[in-house]
Every structure is written in C-alpha cells, then in structure tokens.
C-alpha cells in the first residue's frame, strides 16, 4: 500500500474535531456518493483525492489527523448488492431486493458485479450477492472478475464483513447453484460472517427469492441505520437503452407474421425463420439480445396426460393462489415437456414404481432420466393410485420462458424481430415428443398469432465497441442467430459510411443441400466484403465428421493472428459439445501458434473473457 493510501485511511477525527464534525458529518447520501466514489479509484487517485480534501478543509479551519476506529463504522450503515446475472433472472432479484431495502429506509448500493471493483471488499461492511450458475457450474460471465480476484491470493481477510447470498439455478444440472454455493464457501473462508444462510433456488425461484429477500430486510434493518429521507438512495443499474414498459412480467402480445422452415425437405432438422410484429410496443433491442417468448403447452399432449393420470379435464386446481381446471392449468401454468429430478423423486416415491425409486440412489442417473422423459413419460410408467390432481399439480413447475437469441437488428428490420428457432422433436418409444416453446412458434402458432414476449438484454454478446475491432464468429446450427444481426447492423454502419473491421463467419450444419441457412444472405455479405471469410462445415457431407472445430484448426494460423490483432471473438449455439470442443480447439491453436503450454493458452483466453473479446452465447 502507498504510504499516502495508508495515511488517506487512518485520516479520520480527532476528538477536538468531533463534536463540531459530528454535525456536519455526512448524511448517507453523502457517504453513498463518497464511498461509490472512492471505490472507483485507483491508488494514486485516492492518495490525490486524500490530499485534496485534507488542503480543502484546512482552509474552511479543521484539521486532520489519526483517529478512533469506531468512526470508520459509518460506512456500515450501507448495504451492498452484487447481483451477477447472465439472462436476466438474477438482476430481477437484486432489483427487487433493493428496493424493498430502500423501502425500508436502508441506504442501498446496487451494482452489476461486473461494475463492482472487487478490491472494495475490505471497506465494505454489508454485503448481498445474488448469483446465477452457468455453463456447467460456471460463473456468469459478469462474475468472472470478481470471482477471479476472490478466489486469488489477493483477496483480503474481511473479518469486518456481514453478508449473504441468494443463489438462482437449475436442478436439472449437475452443478446446482454451483457459483452461489462457491461465494458462499469462499467469504466465509475469508473471515466474513454470513447474516443469513444462503438460498439455493430452483427454476421457480420467484416466490422463495421474495421471502428471503424480505427476511433478510427484517434481519439488517435493526443494524443499518435507519433514516426515512434515504428511500431513493437505490442507484438501479444503467440500462444501455431505454428500458419499454414491457417486461418478463409484463410481456407484449405481439403478432407472428412469418414462420418458414429453412430446412430442406429431406434434412433430419426442421429450423425455422421466424418473424415477430412488435407493433407499436416501442420494444427496443439491441444486437446480442434475446427474445423472451411465453408459450401454452399443446392441447394433445395435456389430453394424454390427463387420460394417463385418470383425472378429470374440468377439475379444478390451485396454481399460484389462483384457480384453474386442470386442463387450463397444464396448457398455460405448467411445465410438461421438460421433467425436474424432484418430480420423478415424487412419481417414485407416490408410485412405489421400484425402477423409479432405484433412481433415486443414482443422482447422475436421476438427473439424465428426468432430462429425457417428459411428464407423461414418468407418469405413464407407473399407476399412482392415492394421488390427488392438486398434489400432482403441486409437484410440477411453472412455466418459464424461453429465450431465442434475436437473428436480426432494428436498423433493418424496424419493428420486427426475427428468430431461428430449431424444432426440438425426439422419439420416445412409438410416441413423437416435441419440446413446447419451439414447437408452439413453429408449429401450433398460426401466422397472425399472438405470442406474449420480452426483450432479454445481454451485454456479455456485444458487437465491439469500435466497428474498426474484427470479428470471429462461430455459430453452427441455430447458433448462427446473432451473428445474422450482427451483419445486418454492420451492414447499416457501413451504408453510414462507416469504417468497418474484417469479419469471419463459422457456420456448420449436417449437409450443405439440406441445412445451409440464410446461404444467399452470407454470399451476398461475401461479395459485398462486409463479410471477410466464411469457412463452413457440413458434417454429414463426407464419410468423415466435420465440424467448425475442424475449420478453426485448419485455419489455426490466421486465426491466431486475428486473434493478436486484437479481433474479438463469439461462440454460439449448442453448450453441450460444440462451445466446449470449440474451446478446446481455440486452447490447442493458441498453444501450438504462440509457442504457449495448455495452461498459459488458457489464460490467454481467460484474459480475453474478462476484456470481453471471448463472448458465448450458448444454450
Ligand atoms: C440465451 C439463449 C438463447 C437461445 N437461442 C436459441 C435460438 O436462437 N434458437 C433456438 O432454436 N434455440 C435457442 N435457445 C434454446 C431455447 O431457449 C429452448 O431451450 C429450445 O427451443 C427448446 O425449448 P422447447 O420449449 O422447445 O423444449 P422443451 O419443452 O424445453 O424441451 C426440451 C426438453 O426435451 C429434452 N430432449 C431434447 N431432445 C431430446 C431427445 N432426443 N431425447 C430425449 N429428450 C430430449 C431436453 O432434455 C429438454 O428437457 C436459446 C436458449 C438460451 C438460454
Ligand atoms: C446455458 C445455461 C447453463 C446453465 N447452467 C447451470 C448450472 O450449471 N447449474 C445451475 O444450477 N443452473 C444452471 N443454469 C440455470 C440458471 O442458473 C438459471 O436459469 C438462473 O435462473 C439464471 O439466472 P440469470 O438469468 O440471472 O443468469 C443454466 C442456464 C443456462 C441457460
């Protein structure tokens, strides 16, 4: 620590100063502005800035020198909230939490993680994390800074730290709530006091977040000081652009105006373009972005699952305090395409089916059944004869959205959104199961339909900064979404006479006649040379597997020099394989081409990460 920092740190008041400084001591906006403030500096700036208000208030005639530590507690009386988020969910929580704390009269500091200087840990005394888990157990991307330098041999001993986390995730993972659980583990480690446990939330995490949110409140509010005046000291997140009226919980009903499948008829896909009238919303996106999209379950599916169960279609049951017949329930309220490992835990054991309950020592085995049986699946296994239709009702999930990264941008489409959405559709024994959101835009939902949606912001898959920056972009399958936007809008910079960087497209696909999407659009981008390189693989083309990681390696040369040009570089599409074999074919070109081991090429593209030039958007 500079000496002029270690002074700037025990410059607090004197005795003689205090009584007179006492009244003028700062209110909690003050110490809002000074705190958020000195936690933007760096060293250096912090020791001017201790010069400069030491010389500023000799002048007004108070001098200033060591001093009880009891003052510095002043900064206790401000609660932090860290939210990382990747798709939104977690934002919503922290937001919501804010509030109800500033409600309360609590001075609140809410920040994005991304924004959040991590070295200002040490001074903090009240500390929230809210944080989502992805990839597979895998930070949020805005986390990754800050979970970096806690993890780090630089993270500072916080004795003086009160906190807790609220953790959102996905049962259906191996790793359930994995970077939540890892906050929780590590500040603990580091000396701080946890206030609260931490909460692991399933996929329907609104009901449970609000009660420990409240709880939570209740629980600090005695602590922190309490000041009335202090309900707007809330700073909310800044949004990129204005934010619509329209919401997750306030969706629009927009209008379908084209669904075309763009898949050949012999192609073992059926994709579909999508076409969405936002109307007169004002629903604004940005490229990166994703559309949000509510669906209702299909009719069919509910009847056979009605009829299995042996219920009756006009009973009546309970959802989210609000009544509905059971047929009602389960095509606009419930999930029954995709199957938690808690419901076949309840199936199991209601059941007594003994393949069931033998899944239940087996959590991996658990797991991968429920990913690959939809409700009616498990329940057409075994009879359940005491269950009632409001006890099964209550063992399954709400429905969540789906997201679908938007494939166009504003600048050419206006007040449309287009999508490209892959039709999920497997068999399972004679019966075709169909996932419910793809199949409900692709197939149920007539053109002129209605479908409620919401404008997803992702600032972690954003175009570079400056147009001059080249792209790679890699995006098989439907995975090619964004990056159909991301040429539209450098197409509209460059008739803006623009200056533009070079870009490169990877697209794959199993054969080239059947599945090559938007083939005229890339070729026109080519001859137009907005679009630099596209190098395609088509793996079912040949009697050997294809795919982009191949294309990546056979081009590792000039990859890795676009890559030390500073090109920043985009995933997306399937998390499953593609992401991470594509990963590991950016480790093996960057190893091999800049003479670097494993270890150090995977820094290589942990740094990129953290610049943001390594951005995925995978699903
Ligand atoms: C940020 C983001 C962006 C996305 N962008 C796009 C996009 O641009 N285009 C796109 O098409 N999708 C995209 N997705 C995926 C999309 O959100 C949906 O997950 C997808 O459409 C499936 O939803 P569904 O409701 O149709 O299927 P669901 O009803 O959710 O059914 C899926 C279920 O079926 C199971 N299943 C699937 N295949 C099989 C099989 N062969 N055997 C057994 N079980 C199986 C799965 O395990 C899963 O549980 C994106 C997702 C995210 C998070
Ligand atoms: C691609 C992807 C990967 C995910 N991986 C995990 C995981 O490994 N563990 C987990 O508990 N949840 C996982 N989730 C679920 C999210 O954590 C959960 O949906 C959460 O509500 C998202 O919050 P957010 O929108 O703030 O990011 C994943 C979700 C997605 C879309």
Not at 270 to 278: A, G, N, T, Y
Request: glycine share 6%; with cysteine; hydrophobic share 40%.
């Amino acid at each position: 620590m500079l000496p002029e920092q270690q002074k700037f740190n025990q410059n607090v008041l004197t005795d003689k100063n205090q009584q007179a400084l006492g009244q003028a001591s700062l209110d909690a906006k003050q110490l809002l502005l000074l705190q958020q403030l000195s936690t933007s500096l760096s060293p250096l700036q912090l020791a001017w800035s201790s010069g400069y208000l030491a010389a500023k208030s000799e002048q007004v005639g108070v001098s200033i020198s060591a001093t009880p530590v009891q003052q510095q507690t002043k900064t206790a009386s401000i609660l932090t909230i860290l939210y990382a988020s990747q798709t939104g969910n977690t934002k919503g929580v922290a937001t919501k939490l804010a509030a109800i704390a500033s409600d309360a009269g609590i001075a609140v500091n809410l920040k994005n993680i991304a924004d959040y200087k991590a070295k200002a840990l040490k001074s903090e005394s009240y500390l929230l994390i809210v944080s989502s888990t992805n990839g597979e157990g895998e930070v949020p991307d805005d986390a990754l800074a800050f979970y970096e330098f806690l993890f780090s041999k630089k993270a500072p001993k916080l004795p003086n730290l009160k906190y807790s986390v609220l953790a959102l995730g996905d049962s259906s993972y191996e790793f359930f709530c994995q970077t939540g659980k890892d906050f929780d583990e590590r500040l603990t480690a580091l000396g701080a006091k946890q206030v609260a446990p931490r909460l692991d939330c399933d996929v329907d995490y609104q009901q449970q977040a609000s009660t420990w949110s409240a709880n939570i409140v209740e629980t600090l509010k005695d602590e922190l000081t309490v000041d009335s005046t202090l309900a707007d000291v809330v700073t909310l997140p800044t949004a990129s652009v204005v934010e619509s009226q329209y919401s997750k919980e306030n969706p629009y009903v927009a209008e379908l105006s084209l669904s075309q499948k763009i898949t050949g008829r012999d192609s073992k896909k059926d994709v579909r373009h999508i076409e969405i009238d936002l109307g007169d919303s004002g629903l604004t996106y940005q490229v990166g972005d994703a559309l949000g999209i509510y669906f209702e379950n299909d009719a069919q599916l509910v009847d056979e699952l009605i009829a299995a169960l042996d219920f009756s279609a006009d009973e009546n049951v309970t959802v989210n305090g609000k009544e509905f017949t059971l047929a009602k329930a389960l095509t606009t309220q419930l999930e029954i395409t995709q199957t938690a490992p808690s419901f076949v835990e309840f199936w199991a054991k209601s059941s007594q089916d003994k393949a069931l309950l033998a899944l239940l020592d087996d959590k991996n085995a658990l797991r991968e059944f429920a990913n690959t049986h939809q409700v009616v699946d498990v329940v057409s296994r075994a009879k359940s004869e005491s269950i009632t239709a409001q006890a099964f009702v209550d063992a399954l999930r709400h429905i969540t959205p789906r997201l679908y990264s938007i494939a166009s941008s504003q600048s050419e489409v206006e007040d449309e959104v287009h999508l490209i959405v892959g039709i999920v559709a497997y068999q399972q024994g004679d019966k075709t199961r169909a996932g419910a959101a793809s199949s409900f835009l692709g197939k149920r939902l007539e053109q002129g339909g209605k479908v409620k949606v919401f404008i997803e912001h992702n600032n972690n898959f954003r175009l570079p900064e400056n147009p001059k920056t080249s792209v790679i972009m890699i995006g098989p399958g439907t995975g090619v979404a964004p990056f159909r936007a991301f040429m539209q809008e450098r197409e509209a910079l460059s008739d803006n006479g623009v200056e533009l960087g070079k870009s490169w497209l990877f697209f794959g696909a199993q054969t080239f006649t059947q599945d090559f999407s938007y083939q005229v659009e890339w070729q026109n981008y080519l001859k137009s040379g907005l679009l630099t390189k596209l190098d395609v693989a088509f793996s079912r083309d040949q009697a050997e597997k294809v795919y982009v990681q191949n294309r990546l390696q056979e081009n590792a040369s000039e990859v890795y020099q676009w890559l030390e040009q500073g090109a920043h570089l985009y995933i997306c599409g399937d998390a499953n394989r593609m992401a991470k074999d594509v990963h590991q074919t950016l480790v093996n070109i960057i190893a091999e081409q800049g003479d670097k081991t494993t270890e150090q090429a995977e820094t290589y593209l942990k740094i990129l990460r953290t610049n943001k030039r390594y951005q995925k958007d995978v699903y």
